[in-house]
């Protein structure tokens, strides 16, 4: 993907969006075979002395280990800082990792190696930027879209919140590790591009409505590793090397094109504030977590199906405000454009069928999401987040989500 390191700059520089574009400053990013030596060549050619490598037990015994061995005839200083545990057996991007990982990181530490999934990127990226230190992704599964973004999904009292940071300077994902990711992970992984389905329309109903900001180039970069995702589902499923690749490719791309404007919307909406929701819920009710590609595949499916139903037979129904409601009145001068965009949405059906073809999980209830909570995130998600969706749209001006 180097060269289209390039490309993706001068795209951005290109874009008359109007919307400020942050640099992309990432110098390598490698998703091929033996991708790990070329991570410790690149670590010995900055010349960095000493480095933190971040991981949890299953990552270490992964690809941590093998990576730490590389630097033993070198005079690079290793120090290891394995995330620990929770209660739940869980490794979460909360106070208490954040704070462990910080007290491992010294003034002379030259650089963080996030080597595992999700969790240990968020964790790594926050403290690296804290402590002013570069930071370098290994991703150990194909498993989420934000090893190279610059947002850290962050679990702090108990509320789950983005905070904007860095990215990585670099990426290195080597085919052989992802290959032997379980398969559960590469499902979440294809669960969180899945999602774009309905974060994309989120985006662009929040921007005709709610004049969000928008950037077509954004848009376009996500859409095109969603459609790469779906085009490619069958070898994905079967974790052939080229299914693989294409996944972890598209995963980084959704990531680039978060990392341009410095913001998820592209790759987040109300599916994502659902999937927030639960994981709140869970850990509230010290309550074992599942990943997070898992819930978000779940909660796309679901708020298609919302969407095409409930959200657009409301819309259908509306009248012009008596009280003179500025937004209701939007939506029925750009009713059609409106109605358009839900119906861009894939169906429901076909989205829990690439679930199912992918090995994940397809209902609620599988991830021990009861009726019950899954009724209050219909009603309260959106409110966790500041950002204009049809759910939010759906709930504070005509209708209520209780029928889930």
């Known amino acids: ?182 398969r559960k992970m590469t499902a979440a992984g294809f669960g969180d591009m899945l999602g774009k389905s309905t974060s994309l329309a989120d985006w662009r109903f929040g921007h005709l409505i709610g004049n969000e900001p928008f950037c077509p180039l954004a848009y376009r970069l996500t859409e095109e590793a969603l459609q790469a995702c779906i085009t490619n589902v069958e070898k994905i499923a079967a974790g052939e090397e080229e299914g693989i690749k294409v996944l972890t490719e598209s995963l980084i791309q959704s990531g680039i094109a978060m990392l341009l404007i410095g913001h998820s919307y592209p790759a987040s909406g109300a599916e994502h504030h659902l999937s927030h929701y639960w994981e709140m819920d869970f850990i509230r009710n010290k309550k074992a977590q599942v990943l997070h590609g898992a819930k978000v595949s779940i909660s796309c499916w679901l708020i298609s199906d919302f969407y095409r139903s409930e959200v657009t037979d409301a819309i259908n129904q509306l009248e012009r405000s008596t009280l003179e409601n500025e937004l209701i009145n939007k939506v029925l001068e750009h009713k059609e454009d409106v109605l358009e965009i839900i119906k861009g949405i894939p169906e429901a059906v076909n989205l829990k069928e690439m679930i199912a073809i992918v090995g994940g999980e397809t209902e609620p209830s599988q991830l021990g999401i009861d009726q019950d909570l899954l009724q209050k995130s219909f009603r309260e998600a959106h409110l966790i987040r500041e950002r204009f969706t049809f759910l939010r749209f759906y709930n504070q001006y005509i209708g209520n989500a209780t029928n889930r």
């Open 1 to 182: 993907m180097n060269n289209l390191l390039s490309e993706f700059t001068h795209l951005s520089n290109q874009c008359k969006c109007g919307r400020e574009h942050f640099e992309i400053t990432m110098e390598k990013v490698i998703v091929n075979k033996g991708a790990l030596k070329e991570a410790a060549s690149f670590i010995k050619d900055k010349s960095f002395n000493r480095i933190v490598i971040v991981v949890d037990k299953n990552t270490h015994d992964v690809a941590g280990q093998t990576f730490t061995d590389l630097f033993n005839s070198s005079e690079v200083e290793v120090d290891v800082c394995m995330i620990k545990e929770d209660e739940q057996n869980d490794v979460v991007a909360n106070e208490e990792s954040i704070v462990q990982l910080l007290l491992a990181v010294s003034k002379s530490t030259d650089v963080l190696v996030a080597v595992g999934a999700g969790t240990i990127h968020d964790i790594t990226r926050f403290v690296s930027s804290k402590m002013d230190k570069p930071f370098i992704s290994i991703p150990t599964a194909a498993s989420v879209d934000g090893f190279n973004s610059m947002g850290a999904p962050l679990v702090i009292r108990g509320v789950k919140m983005t905070y904007q940071t860095q990215a990585p300077i670099a990426v290195f994902a080597d085919v052989d590790i992802l290959l032997r990711a379980p």
